[in-house]
C-alpha cells in the first residue's frame, strides 16, 4: 500500500495532499487538537462503503461529531444551504477551533470549503475527496464557493485546506458517468502537459485512473497552484475548456451535462477554435479529441 505525499504551497500556508490506498489514515492526527469535527457530506456519498468507513474514522478520531448533509451535487452548492449548514454549526457548538471535514465530490467540497472559509471567519479544514473530479481538482488548490441563480461560483473565498486525503478505495463505487466526467478534467491536464496524453488516452479508454497518474495530475495543478495562488496569470491555464464548458452547462441548464463533460466538450471547443486562429497544430487538436473520445 502505496500513498504518495504531495507538498502543496499557496502563499506563507503549506498542507500535504495524500494520494492512495490508505491516504484516509492520516484523518485521526488531523482531527486531534480540534474541540469538534465537522463531517459535510451528502446522502450518497455517505451510504458507500468509503463514506461509511470515513465516517467511522473520525468519529473513531474524535469525541465531538456533527454530521451535515448537503443535497447531491450542485442542488447543494447554494447560499441556503450555506446558511443552514453554519447554523447547525452553531447550534451544536462549533468553535473557531472546529474542523471541517469534506467528504465528496466537487460540489460538496467546494461547499464545506467555502462554509470552513466563513463560519466564525474562517476555520480549518480537510478535503476528502471521494470522486476523480474532486482528487484533480476541486480538492486542490483552496477555490471553495457557492453558485446564485445568475453564475456558477459567483460567491467565494481562495481558502485551501490543511489537508487533502485522495483514497481510491472511494472511486471502486463511483458511477461509470462521474468517472468519465473526470477524465475531462484529467485531459485538461493532459493538453497542457502533452507527454501525459498517451497514458490519460489510455486510462480513459480502459475507464480507470490509477493513483499513480491521479497524483501526476494533482502535483501539475499543485505546481501551478504555488506559481499563482490568487489566479493572477499562470492559474489561468487551469480554466482551460471551462470558459466554453460553463456555457455548455448553462445551455443544459447546469442539470444535463456534468461539470466534467462540459469541460470535455469545452476542450474541444477550445481547440478546434486555437486551431482556427492559427495557435495550435492540426495533430494536437487530433490528440485532444481522440484521447476525449476515449473517456
Ligand atoms: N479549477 C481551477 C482552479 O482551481 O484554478
Known sequence: MTTRV?????????YRVRVGDGALAAL???????DQVALVSCRTVLGTPFGQ???????????SVLLHLLP?????KTLAHLEGAAGHLLRAGATRRSLVVALGGGAVTDAAGFLAAVFMRGVEWVAVPTTLLAM???ALGGKTGVNLPLAKNAIGAFHPPVAVLADPASLRTLPQRE??????ELVKYAALRPALL???????????????????????????VASDPQERGERKLLNLGHTFGHGVEAAGAFRRYAHGEAVAIGLAFAFRLARAMGRV?????????????GS
Open 6 to 14: 504531495l507538498e502543496a504551497r499557496q502563499a506563507a500556508h503549506g
Open 28 to 34: 485521526a492526527d488531523l482531527v486531534a487538537g480540534h
Open 53 to 63: 468507513r470515513a465516517e467511522g474514522a473520525v468519529r473513531r478520531a474524535s469525541r
Open 72 to 76: 447531491d451535487g450542485e442542488r447543494g
Open 136 to 138: 484533480v481538482d476541486a
Open 179 to 184: 468517472t468519465r466526467s473526470g477524465f475531462g
Open 198 to 224: 498517451p497514458r490519460v488516452a489510455a486510462a480513459a479508454r480502459a475507464g480507470r485512473a490509477d493513483a499513480t497518474l491521479i497524483a501526476e495530475c494533482a502535483r501539475i495543478k499543485l505546481e501551478i
Open 281 to 293: 497544430d492540426a495533430r494536437s487538436v487530433a490528440a485532444v479529441e481522440s484521447a476525449l473520445a
